[in-house]
């Protein structure tokens, strides 16, 4: 938790997740392997198309879809995705973990974000961002999701809220200080608890 105060001190909060209902499990989808100015503009044409709601999901034909979420990158295979999620929450509109895991292209991410920003599950996400911070501070160093994620779910209160606002504030200190390379540790919030720091900054 002391992590969590210094960023949301230092961040203020996310706001998070963009956009509400089944347009946050669409976004979820998207989402992987690109970044999300790359989505919103895949979210913007499926309103556009009036397309962003599950008869319309489902009855499009696939190219038609693959061709509206075209900027989100790998759009073939996820517009797939999109139709097998559809497909899932329309025979299954509150699915558990395990369903949505059997979604074929869905990982523990994916359905973590939907669970939590969704249905309001509390269930923490973990992400590479996650892994960076974390393995920086010298919290953990491995690279296993489920482990990872219940460190954190024993540590910090099971509190919805506070699980969606921890990950949007790791996801904004990855992108504006704690970068893959050249990260601006003279600037960062947790500089006097980072392992990484402390060594660089000792030689
Ligand atoms: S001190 Fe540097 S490496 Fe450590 S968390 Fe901050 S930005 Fe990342």
Redesign the pocket.
Same mark, same amino acid.
């Given at each position: 938790m002391a992590i969590y105060d210094k960023l949301y001190q230092f961040y203020g909060p996310q706001n998070w997740w963009p956009g509400e209902g089944l347009e946050i499990a669409v976004g979820a989808v998207l989402t992987q392997q690109t970044n999300w100015s790359n989505v919103e503009k895949a979210l913007t044409k499926l309103k556009e198309a009036d397309c962003l709601d599950l008869d319309c999901l489902q009855s499009i034909p696939i190219s038609r879809l693959e061709s509206l979420v075209r900027s989100s990158g790998y759009y073939k295979v996820k517009a797939q995705r999109l139709k097998n999620l559809i497909n899932l929450l329309i025979s299954e509109p509150n699915p558990n973990r395990e369903m949505l895991l059997n979604v074929k292209g869905l990982g523990n991410e994916t359905a973590d974000s939907i669970l939590l920003y969704l249905f309001e599950e509390p269930y923490f996400v973990i992400d590479a961002y996650t892994f960076r911070?974390l393995d /920086?501070?010298g919290l953990y160093s491995g690279d296993n999701y489920m482990e990872l994620q219940r460190i954190f779910m024993e540590n910090i209160p099971n509190d919805i809220q506070l699980y969606k606002e921890y990950h949007a504030l790791l996801v904004k200190?990855a992108k504006s #200080? #704690?970068m893959k390379r050249e990260?601006?540790?003279l600037a #960062?919030?947790? /500089?006097n608890q #980072?392992q =990484? =720091?402390l060594e660089k900054s000792t030689g």
């Open positions: 911070i /920086r501070i200190h #200080c #704690c990260p601006k540790c #960062c919030p947790l /500089r #980072c =990484y =720091y």
